[in-house]
């Protein structure tokens, strides 16, 4: 499996490069790269090819067009030579290291913790003589050419090569660090010393690389080279062409690149519904999705124009990714946790620092789109940027030289105006997550299945996510929350209180369920419907490592989120709550809470229950209106936690963190238990209370372990999640299934149909409603009827993997 804390060191002490891509818009050639001149011995106009692309390379890595005394490069350069400076001072070679702290030589080499961390501190000397040599070739670092320098980056690409990464050397601990990690930084750091380095250097640091990632690495599309890792891959093998000037290395890594293009099915990569899949069964746009995308882009970028560009045409698929993966995770700024699996339990970086690559990166993979997307990509980025009132991306530390000319260049360029955030729902079926977004917020739901893992454990990190994939409702406003999950939530937060979650108390062990998504829930019953704007999502929720199973339902609608809960038992013998929801608060925050009316105390460490809560408000966060009313308790607290509690490459310096936590005790081994509340995030104190005396325009017309479903005749909506066959208010199903109707105002209606549970040989859908005809429908429907009420017949759907089925019908 791969390990984050070396591509995360890489990432970071490289300055996270940023990359581009140039692919020609319109059909293309065959899906072929163009091959030149086999082997390694080359000519003279295939030489000077390989010079171009050397220096394509470093302006990829280095960046151009931006004043070295301007900000904020003038400040970006200067931490680089203070960073170069310190390595520089620290290297002292010796027997098995090149810096003190980072020792490489293990004693007993083989594949657990203690070699992963050995392989991976050779990794660290790769990537810290990689700054030295960044801070070697930009201007004003203040080593700039600097001789000192050049020859300490010499003598320790010479002292790892000799010592551990050589073609007579075996690979010990994380794989990763041997064929992406440390090729990557050895590669990079040739193509910027290349004029220095002399014909056996380059022999040797070649010959290395080709015996770490020998050809039969491409030979299929399986195990470790799928997804991103084969990106990464081909990128450490075009480079290496490049810095040993060899045509077939050049050549086969970019045509490996083929098989990334085309949607999956399952496995790793990206499916047609945006969904992004690494290690098997977690969703990772936020991570090895932004990395393949970056990485994609890159090499796309170095090779256009080249003896070796791709005419394949699946690279539109690529493009695609940017509306239909990426920008759906991204918010004012922010990139959504729930697609970044481990990551978050990384020091240092947060859901705003992980989308500023991404940012960058679309802009660059514009630069070779058509002029349409380029032109609604740049405004869609302007607009987040201009946005992120907390973290905005220009200020983000560790940010790259190269991202920071691109988002400059963006900000200062005054045709492009700022795009607003979009109003739309997206069901990402294929990896158990939804996202709505609102003109004056976004939420998402973040669930698991037979299909996806409850969470991500590996490497030490992320030892206590174990709830994340249980019906975690995160949620940011336009104007507030942006912070949410930003100042140290992960290290702080109940991990049995994460906002939306259905959990056991039951203490569960760190990286409880074993490495790398491992553990993944019985159940099948896991998807939605949506019609882009409003949309029903369910969840079959059962327990990791526990008895409790619940029935969840989430309804999306135009101001609010409808939040149903059914079935909930357990026999761990341990109570099991329901989190409505758990708000972070910084070091000092003391928001007013209300309920009811009555303001409530704000002291830390307050807590209260209360039998039969109407409505609670949380100034300046949201309101919460709990449906025929509930037992509701409420918390204040401080929590203190290290960065090391959750990954063990982190510091172990307390933080402490204030939380105001509203959540239903269910109690202990509770049986059928259920919960009823909406939600309205951004909604005022008056707005609220306002809600419980309109309770009526929203109707809960099923809440139990069958069905759950809603209508709301304002918006004209009907929605229901079919657990089993049945009818509610005017809608039967005779399977699973889930069902959202929207009546227009232009004599219309939508009904969407889906299969989330993927088991429905057949499936019958009646709608008690007069309808005079079938505007439109898929091919999944063999037979509609229309009259006093419209019948739906549906073939077998197993194969849809539970996409949504849209009909248009004409009412009357």
Not at 401 to 419: C, E, F, H, I, Y
Request: with cysteine; charged share 15%.
């Amino acid at each position: 499996m791969t390990s984050a804390l070396p591509r995360r060191v890489f990432l970071q002490l490289t300055g996270g490069t940023a990359l581009a891509v140039g692919i020609a818009a319109g059909t293309a050639p065959p899906a072929t790269a163009t091959e030149p001149a086999i082997g390694s011995s080359t000519n003279d106009a295939v030489t000077g090819e390989f010079a171009a692309l050397r220096t394509k390379w470093r302006d990829l890595m280095l960046g151009t067009g931006f004043s070295p005394t301007a900000e904020p490069f003038r400040t970006l350069l200067a931490n680089l030579g203070t960073s170069a400076q310190e390595f520089l001072s620290t290297m002292a070679p010796a027997q098995g290291s090149l810096w003190p702290d980072a020792v490489w030589a293990d004693p007993d080499p083989d594949t657990d913790a203690q070699s992963y961390g050995f392989s991976a501190n050779m990794n660290t000397g790769y990537t810290r003589l990689n700054t030295m040599a960044q801070a070697w070739a930009q201007p004003g670092t203040g080593l700039t050419g600097d001789a000192t320098l050049l020859q300490a980056v010499l003598t320790g690409l010479d002292h790892i090569n000799t010592q551990v990464f050589n073609e007579n050397t075996k690979q010990y601990g994380n794989w990763w660090n041997f064929q992406i990690g440390a090729p990557q930084a050895l590669m990079d750091t040739c193509v910027l010393l290349y004029d220095h380095l002399t014909a056996d250097r380059i022999d040797r640091y070649c010959r290395a690389v080709d015996h770490f990632i020998p050809d039969s690495v491409f030979a299929s599309y399986t195990g470790t080279s799928t997804g991103a890792n084969r990106v990464d891959l081909c990128r450490g093998v075009v480079v290496r062409g490049l810095v040993g000037e060899n045509a077939a290395k050049v050549s086969l890594a970019a045509q490996s690149l083929a098989p990334v293009f085309p949607y999956v099915t399952s496995g790793d990569g990206f499916y047609d519904d945006g969904s992004f899949i690494q290690h098997t069964y977690v969703p990772y746009i936020g991570g090895y999705g932004a990395v393949l995308h970056d990485g994609v882009g890159r090499l796309l970028a170095l090779l256009r124009g080249s003896a070796w560009e791709l005419h394949d045409p699946n690279t539109q698929l690529f493009l695609d990714t940017v509306d239909k993966a990426i920008a759906p995770f991204i918010y004012n700024g922010l990139m959504m946790d729930n697609v970044s699996a481990r990551g978050i339990s990384r020091a240092g970086t947060s859901d705003h620092t992980r989308a500023v690559g991404l940012l960058a990166s679309i802009l660059l993979v514009g630069q070779g789109a058509s002029p349409e997307e380029n032109t609604r990509w740049r405004a869609m980025v302007k607009g987040w940027m201009q946005r992120d009132y907390y973290a905005p991306p220009l200020k983000s530390p560790g940010l790259s030289l190269v991202r920071a000319s691109l988002l400059q260049s963006l900000q200062d360029d005054t045709s492009v105006k700022p795009a607003p955030e979009p109003v739309a729902h997206r069901l990402f079926h294929n990896m158990d997550r939804a996202t709505h977004r609102r003109r004056g917020w976004a939420a998402s739901v973040s669930m698991a299945s037979r299909r996806i893992a409850y969470y991500e454990f590996g490497n030490g990190e992320n030892a206590h996510g174990y709830h994340s994939g249980s019906g975690w409702l995160s949620w940011w406003g336009s104007d507030h929350g942006l912070e949410q999950y930003s100042d140290a939530f992960w290290p702080t937060v109940d991990p049995y209180r994460l906002p939306g979650i259905t959990a056991s108390r039951k203490p569960l062990a760190d990286g409880e369920g074993g490495n790398w998504g491992a553990r993944r829930p019985d159940v099948a019953w896991v998807g939605g419907t949506t019609d882009g704007e409003f949309g029903a999502t369910g969840q079959h929720l059962k327990g990791l490592s526990s008895t409790m199973s619940a029935r969840k339902s989430w309804f999306w609608l135009d101001d609010s989120i409808v939040c149903l809960g059914a079935g909930v038992t357990a026999t761990d013998g341990y109570a099991v709550e329901t989190t409505i929801d758990n708000r972070a608060l910084g070091t000092a925050g003391a928001p007013t809470l209300t309920v009811d009316g009555q303001v409530q105390p704000t002291r830390q460490g307050w807590s209260r229950t209360f039998d039969d809560a109407k409505w609670a408000h949380i100034a300046g966060h949201a309101g919460y209106v709990f449906l025929g009313g509930a037992a509701v308790s409420a918390v204040r607290e401080e929590r203190t936690g290290t960065w090391h509690d959750i990954n063990t490459g982190g510091p172990t310096t307390p933080i402490t963190r204030r939380y105001l936590t509203l959540y239903t005790d269910h109690g202990i081994d509770p049986t059928d238990a259920g919960y009823a509340y909406l939600m309205l995030p951004g909604a005022s104190k008056k707005t609220t209370a306002h809600r419980v005396g309109e309770i009526q325009s929203l109707k809960i017309i099923a809440n139990g372990s069958r069905q759950q479903g809603i209508r709301v005749p304002k918006l004209g909506l009907t929605a229901v999640n079919f657990w089993a066959a049945g009818m509610v208010d005017t809608v039967t199903a005779s399977a699973p299934a889930s069902v959202l109707i929207r009546e227009n105002r232009d004599g219309t209606a939508t009904v969407v149909v889906s299969d989330p549970s993927r088991q429905a040989t057949s499936l019958d859908i009646t709608w008690h409603k007069q309808v005079s005809g079938v505007i439109s429908k898929p091919a999944t429907v063999t037979a509609a009827s229309t009259g006093s009420s419209l019948k739906l017949s549906f073939g077998d759907l197993t194969r849809t993997a539970g996409a949504c089925q849209t009909i248009k019908v004409r009412l009357g």
